[in-house]
């Protein structure tokens, strides 16, 4: 039987290192969002529920296998784990879930449509996989419905339907993105972040969006 006190290791070292730079960038205030990594033998370290992102350290982390339930950590694990199982389960190596201004306003805009449609900009090619600034990145609403595992449902869903997508965003609640690895799944937070902001500006500001 596994111990629930057991003491994690990498990519704990890691992960609170990002949920850390996250945080002081004002992606993660509070205790808001919460933070994946894939470990070493497949089992999943993240974030446990309720824990203030700025003071985060690896006793902060739990375990949990594919079917969430815990296998380390002191902690409770997030409650949407479960949209990060989902994720994993197609193909994710780290899953970050963060709250900020541009990508909140971005879902409550885009919510109506079930999508944000982003094109024409050379930051697109700072996502995995795209050479050109003519990609077309869709990126799913979802609406905030509460059940979790509905949404994670909801969430894998639309992951399938859009296979080249890098995020989803949840109404009102944020961006899920993710990445092969750590690194890439930053990244990929720092692209979206910068996108988001330049599309409410723009519409703001009513300058026509291509869609």
Same mark, same amino acid.
């Given at each position: 039987?596994?111990?629930?006190?057991?003491?994690?290791?990498?990519?704990?070292?890691?992960? #609170?290192?990002?949920?850390? *730079?996250?945080? !002081?960038? %004002?992606?993660?205030? +509070?205790?808001? /969002?919460?933070? $994946? =990594?894939?470990?070493?033998?497949?089992?999943?370290?993240?974030?446990?529920?309720?824990?203030?992102?700025?003071?985060?350290? #690896?006793?902060?982390?739990? *375990?949990?296998? !594919?079917? %969430?339930?815990?296998? +380390?950590?002191? /902690?409770?694990? $997030? =409650?949407?784990?479960?949209?990060?199982?989902?994720?994993?389960?197609?193909?994710?190596?780290?899953?970050?879930?963060?709250?900020?201004?541009?990508?909140?306003?971005?879902?409550?805009?885009?919510?109506?449509? +079930?999508?944000?449609?982003?094109?024409?900009?050379?930051?697109?090619?700072?996502?995995?996989?795209?050479?050109?600034?003519?990609?077309?990145?869709?990126?799913?609403?979802?609406?905030?419905?509460?059940?979790?595992?509905?949404?994670?449902?909801?969430? +894998?869903?639309?992951?399938?339907?859009?296979?080249?997508?890098?995020?989803?965003?949840?109404?009102?609640?944020?961006?899920?993105?993710?990445?092969?690895?750590?690194?890439?799944?930053?990244?990929?937070?720092?692209?979206?972040?910068?996108?988001?902001?330049?599309?409410?500006?723009?519409?703001?500001?009513?300058?026509?969006?291509?869609?």
């Amino acid at each position: 039987m596994s111990d629930p006190g057991a003491a994690l290791v990498d990519p704990a070292d890691a992960l #609170v290192a990002v949920v850390r *730079r996250l945080h !002081a960038r %004002g992606l993660a205030p +509070g205790t808001g /969002g919460n933070m $994946s =990594a894939v470990a070493p033998g497949g089992d999943l370290v993240v974030t446990a529920s309720g824990v203030d992102k700025g003071r985060l350290t #690896v006793d902060d982390l739990v *375990r949990v296998d !594919a079917t %969430g339930r815990q296998r +380390g950590g002191r /902690g409770k694990p $997030s =409650a949407e784990t479960a949209l990060h199982l989902a994720l994993v389960a197609r193909g994710a190596g780290a899953v970050l879930h963060v709250h900020s201004v541009w990508n909140t306003l971005a879902s409550l805009r885009a919510a109506d449509d +079930g999508a944000l449609t982003i094109t024409g900009l050379e930051m697109l090619k700072g996502l995995a996989g795209v050479t050109t600034h003519h990609h077309r990145e869709v990126v799913p609403v979802l609406a905030n419905s509460q059940d979790l595992p509905a949404l994670a449902a909801h969430l +894998g869903r639309a992951v399938d339907e859009h296979r080249h997508s890098h995020g989803v965003l949840v109404a009102g609640h944020g961006l899920y993105t993710w990445g092969r690895d750590l690194v890439e799944a930053e990244r990929h937070v720092e692209v979206f972040e910068f996108l988001f902001e330049v599309v409410e500006r723009a519409t703001s500001g009513g300058i026509p969006w291509p869609a």
